[in-house]
């Protein structure tokens, strides 16, 4: 008697994925296989891979759905593009012009000030004694002075008469003279020791903002000291210094020795945020020979001050503008081994691959095209994979697009 043996489960799981295997492979074939007769006449033909039937004529009877631009015409500003340093406009640092007691600090550290606003204040007192002092010493040789005036003009009178001898008119009138020059001097010192009196109250030279505090209140300081009380920096307006290659410098002078300015933008380190508008007035008289560059500098109102000292910047330039210059969509341009080209879209629905020559990209998404396309011209934006030059296209719009995903959605 013969026992079949019932068939083990990993035989049938084997038997199980070998069939699904085949399903799969049914409907690989049948999804990319031609239907019907080949581009280059019928069944038979060879189907090797540059052969009719290989892979470039597999798809020959069925087009691409792709999206498309206009070419068009726009005046494009011409843009030159630098990396700059953010400097301030103005930096003092302000130190003490008399010697003292420093007595008190009005200001906060990283405040914004104003010029002229009172920022520490000196002992004064020492100065204002001897500004008494000259005075009372003015006083007295005032006095002395309107005593041999008098005498002056009485010595004249007795020499008119032949009363006095010519050597005591003559010492008169020195004498004179002498307490004249000591009321002058006295009033020298007068205006010194009030000057003295007004630097005692320092004051912000520049509008602007401090730095941190470099000496406290209740420290001797001296005029004769390089260290000072605090830094104050100017960022309204702000600076911007850059370079640029030497061979930019014809286009730049034609504006900058006219007495006209190009425009800048200022955008941040990563080039993606724009911090301020502002204009070039400035260039260097002179190439950086170890470079080959020319130094600019920018200036920014800086309103909200974006743009701080030491700062490192992208600047672009406006150096000019074509006009009506051919401008494609940015999707559009494609790169390769053999330069830049875009797919035109013909008459007949097919595409042509053309070579371009490209200029000045042109807002965020648009590209402008010196030589390749002309205005009015179909060029494809999106399924440019998919093509190679001749191939059939179908132009769907992105709202056909936008209804057919709609629909999937709906199903």
């Given at each position: 008697?013969t ?47 540059g052969?009719p ?8 009877g069925?087009s ?8 068009v ?53 020492s ?6 002092q000259?005075?009372g010493?003015?006083?007295?040789n005032q006095?002395l002075?309107k ?8 010595y004249?009178?007795?020499y ?15 004498t ?27 004051t ?23 260290t ?10 702000a600076?911007?210094?850059?370079s ?8 730049l ?16 380190q990563?080039g ?16 950086d ?49 053999d ?26 998404d648009?590209?402008?095209?010196l030589e ?32 057919a ?7």
């Amino acid at each position: 008697m013969t026992v079949i043996s019932p068939k083990k489960p990993h035989s049938r799981r084997k038997i199980i994925l070998c069939i699904i295997l085949l399903l799969l492979i049914i409907v690989l074939v049948w999804r990319f296989w031609p239907h019907g007769q080949s581009a280059a006449g019928g069944p038979g033909g060879m189907r090797g891979p540059g052969g009719p039937g290989g892979p470039g004529q597999m798809m020959a009877g069925i087009s691409t759905p792709v999206h498309t631009g206009t070419v068009v015409l726009a005046d494009v500003p011409v843009y030159l593009t630098a990396l700059g340093t953010v400097i301030p406009n103005a930096t003092v640092t302000v130190t003490s012009r008399v010697d003292g007691q420093l007595m008190h600090v009005y200001f906060k550290e990283g405040q914004k000030v104003a010029a002229g606003q009172l920022l520490a204040q000196i002992d004064p007192r020492s100065y204002q004694a001897t500004l008494a002092q000259y005075q009372g010493d003015l006083n007295q040789n005032q006095a002395l002075l309107k005593s041999a005036q008098l005498t002056l003009a009485r010595y004249q009178k007795l020499y008119a008469q032949d009363s006095l001898a010519r050597q005591d008119l003559d010492t008169q009138t020195a004498t004179v003279g002498q307490y004249s020059g000591a009321v002058k001097a006295d009033q020298a010192q007068i205006d010194a020791a009030k000057l003295n009196i007004e630097y005692a109250r320092i004051t912000a030279p520049i509008s602007g903002r401090v730095g941190l505090r470099l000496v406290d209140a209740g420290n001797m300081v001296q005029s004769s000291s390089t260290t000072g009380l605090v830094t104050i920096t100017q960022t309204q307006p702000a600076a911007v210094t850059f370079s640029v290659p030497q061979s930019n410098i014809p286009t730049l002078l034609k504006a900058l020795h006219h007495d006209q300015s190009l425009p800048a933008t200022a955008f941040d380190q990563q080039g993606s945020s724009e911090l301020a508008q502002g204009e070039v007035q400035y260039i260097s008289n002179q190439i950086d020979t170890s470079t080959g560059s020319v130094t600019l500098k920018a200036l920014f109102a800086n309103l909200d001050e974006a743009l701080y000292p030491n700062q490192f910047v992208n600047l672009r330039l406006q150096t000019g503008t074509l006009k009506q210059a051919t401008v494609i969509p940015g999707q559009a341009l494609q790169l390769s081994s053999d330069g830049s080209f875009v797919y035109v879209v013909n008459k007949d629905s097919t595409v042509s691959r053309k070579a371009v020559k490209t200029g000045p990209v042109f807002g965020n998404d648009q590209q402008a095209i010196l030589e390749g396309v002309s205005a009015g011209e179909q060029v494809v934006t999106e399924g440019i994979d998919r093509l190679t030059d001749g191939s059939k296209v179908s132009v769907v719009s992105a709202e056909e697009t936008a209804a057919a995903i709609g629909g999937k959605k709906a199903q």
